[in-house]
C-alpha cells in the first residue's frame, strides 16, 4: 500500500526496534564514543526521537554487535550525560531520554570553567544572548512574562531601598539574575534560554563580588528602562538600551579584574 509506513522508507533506511535505526557492530576501545556517536546520528536525522525504547541491554548488545557487558558499560555512560534513560519492569528497557535544560545547563556550566572561560568571553557571550533575547522579548512576551518581570523588579527595589540600608548583596544578585532569565525566557526562544541558563552559574560569583549599593541602584534603573521598552514592545529600545547597559557592565568587570591581577603580581 502507498501510504504504509514499511513501505514509505527506502529499502537502505536504517531502522530497529521502534524501528526507526539500526546499528553497526562496534570495534575498537571507544565503544561509549562510537554508540553515542551512532545514537546522535539517528537522532539528528529524525530516525530516534526523545522517549523512544531502543529496546533491552541484550538486543541492544545483538544490534550493535558488542558482549552484554560492553553494552552495559557503554549504556552506563551513555545514561550518565544524560543521552538515555534505563527503566527497570514490566516496561523496562532503553529509552532515549526526554530533554532536561536544567541538566543541560549545569553540564554546560561546569565545562565552561573548565575549559578556563575568562571574563570577557563570559560577559561576550552574555551580551550576544541578552541582546537578541531583549529584541525578541519586545516582540513575544506575554502578559505573564511581563507580570514576571514586574514582581522581580519590585521585589529588586524593596532589597535596595531596604530602610536598614542596601546590605543583602546575594539576595540582590539571585533577583538580579532571575530578572535576566525572565527577560530570556520572554523571547521564547529555548536555544536562548537554555545557553543563558548555563551562563548564569558563571555569572553569579562574578557580580556577587562587585556589587555596591551604586551598582545596585544603576542595575535597579537598567531593568526598569528595559522593562519598560518590553511593555511599549519597542524592540529596538530594548535592544538598544540592554546593549549599552552591559557594555558598561562588561568594561567594569574587566577593569576591576585587571585590577585584581594586578594587586596579585606586585
Not at 167 to 191: I, K, Q
Not at 228 to 252: F, P, S, Y
Request: contains cysteine; hydrophobic residues 50%; neutral net charge.
Amino acid at each position: 500500500m502507498a501510504g504504509s509506513p514499511s513501505r514509505s522508507r527506502s529499502k537502505t533506511a536504517p531502522h530497529i526496534g521502534g524501528e526507526t535505526a539500526s546499528w553497526a557492530p562496534i570495534k575498537g576501545e571507544t565503544l561509549s564514543w562510537r554508540i553515542a556517536a551512532q545514537i546522535r546520528s539517528a537522532l539528528f536525522a529524525g530516525q530516534i526521537t526523545a522517549g523512544e525504547r531502543l529496546g533491552s541491554e541484550q538486543t541492544l548488545a545483538e544490534r550493535f554487535g558488542v558482549s552484554r557487558m560492553a553494552m552495559r558499560d557503554a549504556l552506563r555512560s551513555l545514561e550518565a550525560v544524560g543521552i538515555v534513560d534505563i527503566r527497570v519492569g514490566a516496561k523496562g528497557g532503553v529509552y532515549i531520554a526526554q530533554g532536561n535544560p536544567e541538566r543541560f545547563a549545569d553540564a554546560l556550566a561546569i565545562q565552561l570553567m573548565l575549559i578556563g572561560v575568562t571574563v570577557e568571553e563570559i560577559f561576550d557571550a552574555q551580551i550576544a544572548i541578552e541582546v537578541n533575547s531583549a529584541e525578541l522579548a519586545a516582540a513575544r512576551a506575554t502578559a505573564d512574562d511581563v507580570a514576571k518581570l514586574r514582581a522581580l523588579l519590585d521585589e529588586l527595589r524593596a532589597v535596595v531601598q531596604a530602610p536598614s540600608g542596601f546590605a543583602d548583596v546575594p539576595r540582590f544578585t539571585d533577583l538580579s539574575l532571575r530578572f535576566h532569565e525572565t527577560l530570556v525566557e520572554a523571547s521564547h526562544n529555548r536555544v536562548l534560554l537554555a545557553q543563558f541558563k548555563a551562563l548564569r552559574f558563571v555569572l553569579e560569583p562574578l557580580h556577587h563580588r562587585h556589587t555596591t549599593a551604586a551598582v545596585a541602584e544603576r542595575v535597579l534603573a537598567g531593568h526598569a528602562a528595559v522593562l519598560a521598552c518590553i511593555e511599549a514592545g519597542d524592540a529596538e529600545g530594548a535592544r538598544a538600551h540592554l546593549h549599552r547597559r552591559l557594555q558598561t557592565v562588561r568594561a567594569r568587570q574587566l577593569m576591576m579584574t585587571a585590577d585584581v591581577a594586578a594587586a596579585l603580581t606586585d
